[in-house]
């Protein structure tokens, strides 16, 4: 029997299991077109004109804000979801980032349909990749422009695949929800970057926890004692105040510090795991249990920027359940990882896909390297089935609990989600 969740719970989770591509391109797209497009451009006040027939044959336009390896990757794996689509404009702050991107998507052929006029640099790149004639928008640039950069693609009719975290502080998480609310009004895709909601294994291993393979899960732990993240050094010639935008996962202001813009993922696993329901309170806690694993023992971390080396938080549900959430980023020999929930009836082991309870034990399968292809093609193939994903609920409820956590770990005191999102219908 499936556990009841609590009666806190927020609006449900939005994911489905993805299907396959094969399975998504039988649809027929031409009844597409003639039903459901036209509902949705009605009700958002716009007509994609990417998706048209030229010879025949449909095009989904698809512009990348962003891009560095994640943006470039997800315009691959947009690619690979299905024939129909064409990647023609490509923004950024930076034009050897422009240029990297096209010399990588040109490998795809004429499916990289992106002249130098649709290449786009500077402050205003994803404004210009917007109006461009895209029928979506990849948003991969750093998280703190993610508010601003999904406002104005909903705002402009966009479908949208949103890298996680969506913001970098709760401020920021709020706006992202009120766009997300207007896009499903709209009857628009937000899909994210939240992709082990799509990985066949760690489904596969939620739905066995919900329907009780170790009674209802009271506490998460998700601790994670790693290396440091990439880094860009400073080359001559760049004017003041570039260096640190390259380098913006090492910088606060841009990432949200690495629990954020890297443990999101493990606390949206914990989250979901929970029922998706939103934590009365977050607070610090003394360390991770993670042990050091060949850190520096001299103290120094090589750590640039000011992300905090080490945030440790609880959160605690109104029904007491709680979730334990750790990351130490420092130079180390080598890295260690623990996702552990335990139950009122066993325990299971993310990271090993073990699960030992009332049925006894088994072992879920290892993942596959298809997850983040899978979220891409959640998104197109709901785009031309006429049955468009929407994740703006789990999305913004992960990115505001790891805010809510980064905001207990610096303040050191108790946080609650009500003070967070105060009567903000989207997140309340």
Known sequence: MRPKMPATALVASNHTPARSAAALRGTSRRSFLGGTVATT???????????????????????LVGCGGRGTGAALQALEADPSVRVVALGDMFADQVA?????????????????????????AYRRVIDSGVDVVLLA?????????????????????????????????????????????????????FCFRRDDRMVEIVSRLHDGAIGM??????????????RKPAEGGRADGEWPLRNWISFSRYSGGHFVTHHVQAIDRAAWIMGDVAPLTAEGMAGSACPSNGAHENGATGAIGDCPVLTAVRF???????????????????????EIVTGSAGNCDLIRGTIAGRRGSTEVPPPGPGRFSAAMTALVGGILSGRVANDGDTMCRSTLMAAMGRMAAETGRSVTWSELVGINAPLA
């Open 217 to 230: 899960p009271r506490r998460v732990q998700a601790h994670a004692a790693i290396g440091l993240p990439w």
């Open 41 to 63: 451009c009605a009700a958002a006040g716009t007509w994609p004109t990417g998706l048209c027939f030229a010879a025949g044959e449909q095009r989904l336009r698809i512009g």
């Open 316 to 338: 605690t549900y109104a029904d007491g359940r709680t979730i334990e959430a750790s990351i130490d980023r420092r130079e180390r020999t080598g890295d260690r990882t623990v």
């Open 141 to 193: 640039a750093p998280p703190h422009t993610r508010p601003l950069h999904l406002e104005a693609a909903v705002a402009a009719g966009k479908h949208v695949y949103c890298e996680q975290p969506v913001a970098v502080d709760a401020a920021g998480v709020v706006r992202v929800a009120a766009a997300a609310a207007r896009s499903r009004a709209a009857g628009l895709a937000v899909v994210s970057g």
């Open 100 to 124: 990297s991107a096209a010399d990588v998507l040109g490998r795809a052929g004429g499916r990289f349909d992106c002249p130098p006029s649709q290449r786009f640099v500077g402050p205003d």
